[in-house]
């Protein structure tokens, strides 16, 4: 069986009294593109800081694609941490040389790399130009290609469309998707954007306080809880849809919907009955539709 | 997959990254033009000594401060070694020596951009040792820059003559100080992590060191004049002369005497072993008090 591309167990990490990563542990299969999610101060890049070495772990172990010494998991990872450094006296494409020297890449070697990584994110005509006179969005992109000096087989990415205008994070999802299809990257991708994440990710995991509160693939997670069996129904009288609702024995009022709408659980009682029994109290329906879970529902749902 | 890097390989692109610093850039640029000046000036005054042997007194006395008392003829290529090596104390290459080494350390710590050398499959030690290398062959630049130009200058246009080994081990032992130097600030960088703590820390050391020199000075010389004794009996204290003779003979084990083996502006210090040996000690005991602190702190 192939070793996983992260395994975390019991990572932990405290700052003084204070725990900022509690005992956590997840793992990343080969070939996944993992969300992870939590609030600001969940103890996202802390955990990814510990994962990648970067800070000191307190308890834990941590291994990349089976490997546990750090200096030669980095071999495999290629990671941007918050917004990607650069010496901005240099130019885009000497800011690359110096990592592909701590790539180990001989001088020869180090020329075809960097014109692969540059084409590869789109900034070959830039390369030239000194990295302090790069737009954010470029500097996001010099950091992918930065990252993906050496062929990683995993990126580790935090927050990587902060601070984007709409056009920079399109771009941004698309190289992202890209790296994971074509070049067959796991990716390990930190974000606030639950949309976005919901739209690339095949697994995610929600962290809060440190701790893992949920883990799964997508269709798992938005299938748990109340969004499994549930209808949002419209009507111009809320209160009385409401007071109807009460009536119908079997059907659970769980609260408030969007755009005004009623949440209920019918349970055994099949929508065109509900329509039915309302109509028949009295009660004109503008809308009987399936609850649409998202992420964002999850989310709230694992953290609040 | 990444390959292994190897320490070569780190301490070359350390080494370009640091020669397209302007601090450096500047550095060298200076000292490159003060070891092409300095020997032309010294030609220009001795073609007018030579020329005006009666009446350049003036002129013959600036003559004097570089080749004492020697006239003209004592201009020579090792009075060009000594008067360039005059001008790198003169306009403080360890000023910026400190700038370069609190910019290659702490700023690098606080600009986040060590994180990115350390995401790599390096280990810290060896990311430690590239940069204190390339910083190392800033340092040897500083020297030998100096001394092959002034020197090759001074040899056309001055000619041969003088005290050439002399003048150039006191550049060796100008190097030697330098590089113990330049470790000690990367220690206080590492340490402090700020470039301002950087500066501060090193401008304490030295202020520190001064003011422990002075007080041993003061302490000997009280000592040899027997006004320890007098201040003990006026107390009607016992003298406590092993421990004052224990203080004074630190004096040369002192920073300063380490890291100033040659006769500067700022000291007329000799190199003797005890210089040797506190360069040693405290060029050793900064780079393992760096490399303690970078091996444990954490690079956000």
Known sequence: MAEAALQVFGLTRRYGARVVVDDLHLQVEEGDVYGFLGPNGAGKTTAMRCMLGLIRRDAGNVSFFGESDPVAARRHIGAIIETPSFHPWMSGRANLAQATAYAGLTPKESGVEIDRVLERVGLSERAKDRAGTYSLGMKQRLGIARALIGRPRLMMLDEPTNGLDPRGMAEMRELIRSLSLHDRITIFISSHLLAEVQAMCNRIGIIQHGKLRAEGRVEELLGLGIGESTLEIGSPDVDALRAALAAIVGVDVLGQGRSGRVIVRPNEVKPEELNARLNAAGVAVSAIVPTERNLEDVFLEVTR | ?300
């Open chain 2, 1 to 300: 997959m990444s390959a292994t890097p190897s320490l070569a390989g780190i301490v070359r692109a350390e080494t370009v990254k640091l020669s397209l610093r302007t601090s450096v850039r500047l550095t060298l640029a200076v000292l490159i033009l003060l070891s092409i000046g300095s020997p032309i000036l010294l030609f220009l005054v001795k073609s007018m000594v030579v020329g005006a042997t009666v009446t350049t007194t003036t002129t013959a006395g600036v003559v004097a401060t570089v080749a004492p008392a020697q006239g003209p003829a004592a201009v020579n290529v090792a009075s060009a070694l000594e008067s360039v090596r005059f001008f790198h104390d003169l306009f403080l290459f360890r000023t910026l020596l400190i700038a370069v080494v609190a910019v290659s350390f702490a700023g690098e710590f606080v600009g986040r951009t060590l994180r990115e050398d350390v995401l790599r499959p390096v280990s810290r030690t060896q990311v430690l040792l590239a940069k204190w290398l390339a910083i190392q062959v800033f340092v040897a630049a500083g020297a030998l820059v100096p001394v092959l130009i002034g020197g090759l200058l001074g040899l056309a246009l001055l000619g041969t003559g003088g005290d050439v080994t002399a003048a150039l081990s006191s550049w060796g032992l100008t190097w030697a100080g330098d590089a113990g130097f330049a470790t000690m600030v990367m220690a206080i960088s590492l340490a402090t992590r700020s470039v301002p703590g950087t500066i501060g820390g090193t401008v304490l050391y030295w202020v520190f060191d001064k003011m422990l020199r002075l007080l041993l000075l003061a302490l000997e010389a009280a000592r040899d004049q027997g006004l320890l004794e007098k201040l003990f009996a006026a107390y009607n204290l016992k003298p406590l002369t092993p421990i004052s003779d224990f203080f004074i003979a630190l004096r040369p084990f002192l920073p300063s005497s380490a890291f100033d083996l040659a006769p500067s502006v700022f000291s007329s210090a000799s190199a003797g072993w005890q210089g040797f040996l506190a360069l040693a000690l405290y060029t050793a005991g900064s780079a393992a008090v760096a490399w303690r602190v970078f091996n444990r702190i954490d690079i956000d």
